[in-house]
């Protein structure tokens, strides 16, 4: 098996761990309920929130939502356009030595979910 296959597979592995029926079911309380201690759970969830970019030529900004640290690592990748809403959101992976890795098959709308709960967006 090649590194990029082991890698993408990690990632898919560590994705559903992530994002499982606990995380979708923290979300649809905190959504559907307006339930304080889901809230709570997941935004203790993430180890660190930065502005990674503003790019001016596409009038967007990057954000890393880090999940985890070391070899291995986890992180949501969010853009956003200028005014802070979410054009995208990834669940990305990596390993030592290995680039951060796209997990294949992920639920794009809870994983934007996620990410407008935990984040905290600016105007460019």
Do not use: C
Not at 28 to 50: H, N, V, Y
Not at 55 to 81: C, F, K, M, Q, S
């Amino acid at each position: 098996m090649s590194a990029t296959k082991d890698i993408q597979t990690e990632a898919n592995r560590h994705y559903a761990s992530q994002f499982d029926s606990e995380m979708r079911k923290l979300i649809d309380r905190w959504i559907e309920d307006g339930d304080d201690e889901a809230l709570r759970e997941l935004e203790e969830m993430p180890l660190s929130f930065e502005k990674v970019i503003t790019n001016h030529r596409r009038e967007t900004i990057e954000y890393e939502i880090l999940l985890g640290t070391g070899g291995p690592a986890d992180r949501v990748y969010v853009i956003t356009d200028f005014s802070g809403a979410i054009e995208s959101a990834e669940y990305q992976f990596q390993d030592w030595f290995q680039p951060w890795t796209t997990a294949e098959g992920q639920d794009s709308e809870l994983v934007e979910r996620f990410a407008a709960i935990v984040g905290f967006y600016e105007e460019g």
